[in-house]
T-cell receptor, first 114, second 109 residues
């Protein structure tokens, strides 16, 4: 899992609640990414950030929000607007701001709805 | 939409056998990457092959790329029980890295 730390490992969300997933990297990477993985499926991009204080929507950004105030941190908030949040969430980083680069992943956070 | 489609979806073999997984994609790419995911864990990068390369090796891994057929294959030779995992291809261009649905490999001792 390299130098990327995701926390918590498991998270439970109540109806109408916002929850925040943490992602920290000590690799000095410029770019960071959030993916959602559903059972038996590949990864889908939620948000990405190529530089501090800037981020872009991915393919499934609705119901999610992010911030990138520090280079090493890229937290993801799952808002109450996300009606089907149960999934495995993966954070990744890459050295440079290009999708052509190798990505390094954290160990993931499994989110369930109570 | 996901670009990479992998085949087979699941593969079971005995230790010592070779495992081959295939990936097909739809549009032009800059490179194609293979990742491994142990159950309930993050992905780990295995190998990257550029669009102008046809074959690449890394230890027991061999990757081929055929851009005319828009396909790639990952061969794991002399498999071990520890190779049990899901394997994903990911196609990269300037503005996207798109993951396939993965092949679940089970290697029996």
């Amino acid at each position: 899992d390299g130098g990327i730390t995701q926390s918590p490992k498991y998270l439970f969300r109540k109806e109408g609640q916002n929850v925040t997933l943490s992602c920290e990297q000590n690799l000095n990477h410029d770019a960071m990414y959030w993916y959602r993985q559903d059972p038996g499926q590949g990864l889908r991009l939620i948000y990405y950030s190529q530089i501090v204080n800037d981020f872009q929507k991915g393919d499934i950004a609705e119901g999610y929000s992010v911030s990138r105030e520090k280079k090493e941190s890229f937290p993801l908030t799952v808002t109450s607007a996300q009606k089907n949040p149960t999934a495995f969430y993966l954070c990744a980083s890459s050295p440079y701001s290009s999708f052509k680069n190798i990505q390094y992943f954290g160990a993931g956070t499994r989110l369930s709805v109570l | 939409s996901q670009q990479g489609e992998e085949d087979p979806q699941a593969l079971s073999i005995q230790e010592g056998e070779n495992a081959t997984m295939n990936c097909s994609y739809k549009t032009s790419i800059n490179n194609l990457q293979w990742y491994r995911q142990n159950s309930g864990r993050g992905l780990v990068h295995l190998i990257l092959i550029r669009s102008n390369e046809r074959e690449k090796h890394s230890g027991r891994l061999r990757v081929t790329l055929d851009t005319s057929k828009k396909s790639s294959s990952l061969l794991i030779t002399a498999s071990r029980a520890a190779d049990t995992a899901s394997y994903f291809c990911a196609t990269a261009n300037t503005d996207k890295l798109i993951f396939g649905t993965g092949t679940r490999l089970q290697v029996f001792p």
